[in-house]
């Protein structure tokens, strides 16, 4: 999909470098939402597939496709797959439970009737005798004490109440790679159909998890790439496997916090953005970032600060899920979302650095080292990297340079996903030996580039084909 004819002339001090995903909901169930979130500062739009139906998704991608070519506008679209998430059944009226107690847990029990907690998951193949098992949030702890004929026994930890359909945590237990469950295969396909740029796993454990669904996705066909979610114990004893072979990884902070402390998650979201920047993995802070602008719309400073802080340590994307998708100000969220992040970019002084995150360099990273290097010893106004892949301008952000960098590529695909990484500005261009050379010379023209700008230019020898980046150009317009 070309659309570089149609693409807002925004001035290039004032590109984003830390991106935007919002999720989409009933309080954007509209192409005219869809289309102002874009315009307020959406890079990349989830889909929550453990809410909706295949039909309703589908509605909100085509809307999408439509609001991001009539605003010139790549953008990335993001299937979130629900996972393993383990609930209480439904029984009727709350459970009250006191430090001390026992009780029990099996699927599909009649709790009337059996005095059995109900399940939606058969887990008593999969715990063992010792381990957590957390209800509500983590508002009631347990330990499992027996597992026998499907029936899981509990000792409470501390008082609470219970009611139906709450969410279950395991921090200890090992699925073995058994993460992937019917509904995600099912809503996988359907998500190939719909031609989506990123497929999120949930209650990822191990980087087998991703060299499996990435299996899935190339048997059938699709494009994809991989966001890894980092919300378990497991995830985060394995995190820096998961983040080499993952294509994206999602600090994904509310169950990350049952699943391990609060206190550990500010501390795990650093080492995480740290660990992408070392892998080229590009990273996203999500979950409450904006949380009372659900219901109100201003947000708390400490919100402010959470934000800030996600931008200064160099994340990729900062995301928004209720706000956006359930809230009463979604446009609005997405505005001061914007704001503070162009705030922070322009009087931050603070540079940060991760230590140890330099593994053999290969040929392409070095070249894209030079060629920050040199845009930054000239005063560049831009970096333009031609790419088929979206590897170079990958590496190439993992500099995290404040020097704007454009991408241009003959790929749609390559242009929707590239438009949630840091510091790229993506363009769909055909295939051409002078695509770095019509691009700029077109954005000068419409003034994001200026007379005297001087301009770094990567490209390879062949257009089009991955892997052949060798060239360096400075160019003075």
Same mark, same amino acid.
Request: net charge positive.
């Given at each position: 999909?070309?659309?570089?004819? &149609? +693409?807002? !002339?925004?001035?290039?001090?004032?590109?984003?470098?830390?991106?935007?995903?919002?999720?989409?909901? =009933?309080?954007?169930?509209?192409?005219?939402?869809?289309?102002?979130?874009?315009?307020?500062?959406?890079?990349?739009?989830?889909? !929550?597939?453990?809410?909706?139906?295949?039909?309703?998704?589908?509605?909100?991608?085509?809307?999408?496709?439509?609001?991001?070519?009539?605003?010139?506008?790549?953008?990335a679209i993001i299937q979130d797959l629900q996972g393993?998430?383990?609930?209480?059944?439904?029984?009727d009226g709350i459970i009250n439970i006191r430090t001390?107690?026992?009780?029990?847990?099996?699927?599909?029990?009649? $709790?009337?009737?059996?005095?059995?907690?109900?399940?939606?998951?058969?887990?008593?193949?999969?715990?063992?005798?010792?381990?957590?098992?957390?209800?509500?949030?983590?508002?009631?702890?347990?330990? @499992?004490?027996? %597992?026998?004929?499907?029936?899981?026994?509990?000792?409470?930890?501390?008082?609470?109440?219970?009611?139906? &359909?709450?969410?279950?945590?395991?921090?200890?237990?090992?699925?073995?790679?058994?993460?992937?469950?019917?509904?995600?295969?099912?809503?996988? +396909?359907?998500?190939?159909?719909?031609?989506?740029? $990123?497929?999120?796993? *949930?209650?990822?454990?191990? *980087?087998?998890?991703?060299?499996?669904?990435?299996? /899935?996705?190339?048997?059938?066909?699709?494009?994809?790439?991989? @966001?890894?979610?980092?919300?378990?114990?497991?995830?985060?004893?394995?995190?820096?496997?998961? @983040?080499?072979?993952?294509?994206?990884?999602?600090?994904?902070?509310?169950?990350?916090? /049952?699943?391990?402390?609060?206190?550990?998650? =500010?501390?795990?979201?650093?080492?995480?953005?740290?660990?992408?920047?070392?892998?080229?993995?590009?990273?996203?802070?999500?979950?409450?970032?904006?949380?009372?602008?659900?219901?109100?719309?201003?947000?708390?400073?400490?919100?402010?600060?959470?934000?800030?802080?996600?931008?200064?340590?160099?994340?990729?994307?900062?995301?928004?899920?209720?706000?956006?998708?359930?809230?009463? $100000?979604?446009?609005?969220?997405?505005?001061?979302?914007?704001?503070?992040?162009?705030?922070?970019?322009?009087?931050?002084?603070?540079?940060?650095?991760?230590?140890?995150?330099?593994?053999?360099? =290969?040929?392409?990273?070095?070249?894209?080292?030079?060629?920050?290097?040199?845009?930054?010893?000239?005063?560049?106004?831009?970096?333009?990297?031609?790419? #088929?892949?979206?590897?170079?301008?990958? #590496?190439?952000?993992?500099?995290?340079?404040? /020097?704007?960098? /454009?991408?241009?590529?003959?790929?749609?695909?390559?242009?929707?996903?590239?438009?949630?990484?840091?510091?790229?500005?993506? $363009? !769909?261009?055909?295939?051409?030996?002078?695509?770095? +050379?019509?691009?700029?010379?077109?954005?000068?023209?419409?003034?994001?580039?200026?007379?005297?700008?001087? %301009?770094?230019?990567?490209?390879?020898?062949?257009?089009?084909?991955?892997?052949?980046?060798?060239?360096?150009?400075?160019?003075?317009?």
């Amino acid at each position: 999909m070309d659309i570089t004819g &149609r +693409t807002p !002339n925004v001035p290039i001090k004032d590109f984003k470098r830390t991106k935007i995903i919002v999720t989409v909901g =009933p309080s954007t169930d509209s192409y005219k939402s869809v289309l102002a979130m874009l315009k307020a500062g959406a890079n990349g739009f989830r889909l !929550n597939f453990s809410h909706g139906d295949h039909q309703s998704h589908a509605k909100f991608v085509k809307w999408i496709r439509k609001a991001s070519k009539e605003y010139g506008k790549p953008v990335a679209i993001i299937q979130d797959l629900q996972g393993p998430k383990i609930r209480v059944g439904d029984f009727d009226g709350i459970i009250n439970i006191r430090t001390g107690q026992s009780f029990r847990f099996k699927k599909g029990a009649d $709790y009337l009737r059996d005095d059995i907690i109900p399940l939606q998951y058969d887990i008593s193949k999969k715990v063992k005798r010792g381990e957590q098992l957390l209800l509500f949030d983590g508002r009631i702890r347990t330990v @499992i004490t027996s %597992v026998k004929d499907g029936v899981v026994h509990v000792r409470a930890q501390n008082d609470g109440v219970l009611v139906k &359909r709450k969410g279950i945590n395991l921090p200890d237990t090992d699925f073995k790679g058994d993460i992937i469950t019917k509904k995600d295969r099912s809503d996988i +396909t359907a998500g190939v159909d719909m031609d989506l740029d $990123y497929v999120a796993l *949930s209650f990822v454990q191990h *980087s087998s998890d991703i060299t499996k669904i990435r299996n /899935i996705l190339k048997s059938l066909g699709s494009k994809a790439k991989v @966001i890894a979610k980092i919300e378990t114990k497991s995830a985060v004893e394995n995190v820096e496997g998961i @983040i080499e072979e993952a294509d994206m990884v999602m600090v994904a902070r509310g169950d990350l916090a /049952i699943e391990t402390q609060p206190e550990s998650v =500010p501390v795990m979201q650093r080492k995480i953005i740290g660990l992408g920047i070392k892998y080229d993995t590009p990273s996203i802070v999500a979950t409450q970032m904006l949380a009372s602008m659900t219901e109100v719309p201003e947000p708390t400073r400490a919100e402010v600060s959470d934000i800030a802080t996600a931008v200064v340590l160099g994340a990729d994307c900062v995301m928004l899920s209720d706000e956006t998708a359930s809230g009463k $100000y979604p446009i609005q969220s997405v505005e001061i979302m914007k704001r503070v992040i162009l705030h922070v970019q322009r009087e931050n002084p603070v540079s940060v650095s991760f230590d140890n995150l330099n593994p053999e360099t =290969p040929l392409s990273s070095a070249i894209c080292d030079v060629v920050i290097k040199l845009a930054n010893d000239l005063d560049a106004r831009a970096i333009v990297a031609e790419t #088929q892949s979206g590897n170079t301008a990958l #590496q190439i952000a993992a500099g995290r340079s404040d /020097i704007p960098l /454009i991408a241009v590529t003959a790929n749609s695909h390559t242009a929707q996903q590239l438009a949630v990484v840091y510091g790229v500005k993506s $363009y !769909n261009r055909p295939a051409d030996k002078l695509a770095a +050379t019509k691009l700029t010379n077109w954005l000068h023209s419409n003034k994001v580039l200026k007379k005297h700008d001087i %301009v770094v230019t990567v490209s390879g020898k062949y257009p089009g084909v991955v892997g052949t980046t060798d060239t360096i150009k400075v160019r003075v317009l």
